[in-house]
Each structure stands twice: as C-alpha cells, then as structure tokens.
C-alpha cells in the first residue's frame, strides 16, 4: 500500500488539461508531425473524413488555378531560354548564367510538382463523379449501330410565340436595312455619274 503511494506524481502539462506524455511518445508524435502535409499539420484542421467532402467544384476550381501556374512557369521558362544566348564565341559571365539555371531549375520542379497535384485533383474528381464519366468505348461510334435517340422536351407555347415575334422583327429590321442599302447605292451612283459629268 505504501509502495503504491510512493508513486512519482505526474509532472504538469503545458496548460490545463494538456497531459503530459512520456519522452517516447512525444518524439513519436513529433516525427508524425514533420511528416505530415504542411496544410495538415495545424491545429484545427478538420479530419480526413470532413476533407473528403469537399464539393468537386472546388476541387475544379484549383485545379484551373493549377494550370494556369503551370502555363504562367512555362511561359517564364520559355522567356528565360529565349533571351538565353548562345555560345558562338560570346563570353558571358559566369553569375548570369549559373542565375539562369538555377530558375530553370526552380521552373522545372515546380512544373513537377503542379503536374503531380493537378493528376491528384482529376482522380480525386473521377473518384467524386463516377456517374458523369463515360468509357472510351461509349465515345466511340461503330457501323451499323444505331445510337440512342435524345429526348428532347417539348418548349412552351409561350416561348415559341416569343421566338416567333423575335423572329419576325429580325426579318424587318433586314428588309428595312436592304432597303437603306438600296437607297445609299443608288445615292452613290448618281454622285459618280455627276461628278463625271463634270469632268
């Protein structure tokens, strides 16, 4: 009994209610927590199952930002290697270009890594959409095969009568700028005529 009570106390935690873990643990959780995504790794992030349920327009959404940092580093790097002379007896110093090439390679990882995370994007997307994605062999048109007729739903009675009078004025506007046109060339036929009779 007495043994028992001669336990060690428990040292104090960081702030009420925060235990303290042995040494062991916590090199475990700070290894876990330098492998971790950067974005993940902070206090307050929701869980990996509340991350699954994010929309695939958002999703869309960043991959569309992707592509256009891909094409924005692409353009550099293009720019870079057009202005980038080359060696027909031209010295050039050696700072310039170890600077070029040290942004190439900047550009050309970070291609790398935007590739990888625009290829995560459209998996995650296929993998939220499975009703929207066709096969190849659906896409394909084969002979004799007839394809599926596509329903088309009745309009309105009231839209084909707007389209109808919609149309009607777009043919009366045309008459009226035929007939202007007519007026206006013979206008310029008779100013020639005149002004060769002059002459």
């Given at each position: 009994?007495?043994k028992?009570?001669?336990?060690?106390?428990?040292?104090?935690?960081?702030g009420?209610?925060?235990?303290?873990?042995?040494?062991?643990q916590?090199?475990?959780?700070?290894?876990?927590?330098?492998?971790?995504?950067?974005?993940?790794?902070?206090?307050?992030?929701?869980?990996q199952?509340?991350?699954?349920?994010?929309?695939?327009?958002?999703?869309?959404?960043?991959?569309q930002?992707?592509?256009?940092?891909?094409?924005?580093?692409?353009?550099?790097?293009?720019q870079?290697?057009?202005?980038t002379?080359?060696p027909?007896?031209v010295?050039?110093?050696?700072?310039?270009?170890?600077?070029?090439?040290?942004?190439?390679?900047?550009?050309?990882?970070?291609?790398?890594?935007?590739?990888?995370?625009?290829?995560?994007?459209?998996?995650?997307?296929?993998?939220?959409?499975?009703?929207?994605?066709?096969?190849?062999?659906?896409?394909?048109?084969?002979?004799?095969?007839?394809?599926?007729?596509?329903?088309?739903?009745?309009?309105?009675?009231?839209?084909?009568?707007?389209?109808?009078?919609?149309?009607?004025?777009?043919?009366?506007?045309?008459?009226?700028?035929k007939?202007?046109?007519?007026?206006?060339?013979?206008?310029?036929?008779?100013?020639?005529?005149?002004?060769?009779?002059?002459?």
């Amino acid at each position: 009994m007495m043994k028992q009570m001669s336990a060690p106390l428990p040292q104090k935690g960081l702030g009420p209610g925060m235990p303290v873990m042995p040494p062991q643990q916590q090199q475990q959780q700070q290894q876990q927590q330098t492998h971790m995504p950067p974005g993940l790794a902070q206090p307050g992030v929701p869980p990996q199952g509340a991350l699954r349920e994010i929309s695939p327009v958002y999703l869309c959404r960043i991959g569309q930002e992707t592509v256009q940092d891909i094409v924005t580093r692409t353009m550099e790097i293009f720019q870079i290697t057009r202005a980038t002379q080359l060696p027909n007896g031209v010295t050039q110093s050696h700072a310039a270009y170890q600077d070029r090439f040290g942004k190439l390679q900047e550009h050309l990882r970070q291609l790398t890594l935007l590739f990888r995370k625009l290829r995560l994007l459209y998996e995650r997307c296929v993998e939220m959409t499975p009703d929207l994605q066709e096969s190849t062999a659906e896409l394909v048109p084969y002979v004799g095969e007839e394809s599926t007729p596509v329903r088309v739903e009745p309009c309105n009675p009231a839209v084909i009568q707007e389209r109808q009078e919609v149309l009607e004025k777009v043919r009366q506007k045309n008459q009226e700028m035929k007939v202007l046109m007519d007026q206006m060339r013979n206008l310029l036929w008779d100013v020639n005529a005149m002004l060769t009779m002059r002459k």
